[in-house]
């Protein structure tokens, strides 16, 4: 189902016969807005003014452009929880799609740019990223970097996490998360710090006694970027050994990271002797 389909199956909260403009209409101009990165109303307005003969093309526009008072009036009037679930439908039909396969789900907590004012504190949101599509499935506000970890199961509730691979960072390493993923039929791949020690620490052990061999490497090349060369090295073991490992439903593999980093010489700089 097409995105003004979507759009076009939410209700009308506005009183009937007192409306000018198609709600399917405002709802699918205002999100090609904030796509395209306005602001706020007016900015909207302005966008669709400008953009009038190309958005005539998809929706009915022969009322004009709605007013900036128009988007807030009915932005206020829908309920959010409808809109997202709408726009995440939306996200996972472009997901499924023959051409746009993906089964890794990468989930992050992000501050919003220049979202801190005097009187408001920066704004945060856990969101689910799809990297082969460049998509964002599903989000989620919290109210800070310490709330990541109640608000990561409400998330991963609204996601179809079958054949899929969750990767979480430490934030995300818990065992509740674990259980929830496995129970959804996916995957997943946690980053492991000192917030578990005892895991944290038989984990530093089983690769001390492994070592670091040809048989276990499972990735090593080298990124040349930002004015640097990195090296990175990537090490598989079986975790199935490990004390209480019983205790994170699923968990098979433990992947060590080496990243080995030195800085390119400046070519405009030219050093003589």
Same mark, same amino acid.
């Given at each position: 189902m ?18 000018? %403009? ?9 999100? $090609?807005?904030? &796509? +395209? ?7 909207? #307005? ?18 004009? /452009?709605?007013? #900036? =008072?128009? @988007?807030?009036?009915? @932005? ?13 439908? %939306?996200?996972?039909?472009?997901v499924? +799609? ?9 989930? !992050?907590?992000?501050?919003? *740019?220049?979202?801190?004012? &005097?009187?408001?504190? $920066?704004l945060?949101?856990?969101?689910? =990223? $799809? ?5 964002? &499935? ?7 970097? +310490? ?10 509730? /609204? ?13 995300? $390493? ?15 791949? @946690? ?9 944290? #620490?038989?984990?530093?052990? &089983?690769?001390? *006694? ?11 090349? @080298? !990124?040349?970027? %930002? ?47």
């Amino acid at each position: 189902m097409s995105i003004l389909e979507l759009l076009e199956s939410i209700p009308d909260p506005r009183m009937e016969g007192k409306v000018k %403009h198609n709600l399917g209409s405002i709802l699918f101009v205002g999100l $090609c807005g904030v &796509l +395209s990165g306005c602001e706020n109303w007016s900015d909207i #307005e302005d966008y669709c003014e400008t953009k009038f003969e190309w958005l005539s093309r998809y929706v009915d526009l022969t009322n004009g /452009v709605p007013s #900036e =008072w128009t @988007f807030r009036r009915v @932005f206020t009037l829908l309920d959010p929880a409808h809109m997202e679930q709408i726009l995440s439908d %939306h996200a996972a039909s472009i997901v499924k +799609s023959r051409d746009n396969t993906s089964d890794q789900i990468a989930l !992050d907590g992000k501050a919003l *740019r220049r979202s801190k004012r &005097l009187d408001l504190k $920066c704004l945060y949101s856990i969101t689910a =990223w $799809c990297q082969e599509n460049s998509l964002v &499935l599903a989000e989620t506000q919290v109210e800070g970097k +310490s709330n990541e970890i109640a608000a990561i199961p409400l998330l991963l509730e /609204v996601l179809d996490l079958k054949g899929k691979t969750v990767t979480i960072d430490a934030a995300g $390493c818990q065992k509740n998360i674990a259980r929830q993923i496995k129970e959804k039929k996916g995957d997943y791949v @946690f980053g492991l710090k000192k917030n578990h020690p005892t895991l944290y #620490e038989a984990a530093g052990d &089983l690769k001390a *006694r492994e070592a670091e061999h040809d048989k276990n490497r499972l990735y090593d090349a @080298f !990124d040349d970027g %930002h004015g640097r060369s990195v090296r990175r090295r990537y090490f598989g073991y079986d975790a199935r050994t490990l004390p209480a490992i019983h205790e994170w439903q699923g968990a098979k593999s433990l992947i060590a990271v080496e990243t080995i980093s030195s800085k390119n010489p400046d070519p405009d700089k030219q050093v003589t002797s």
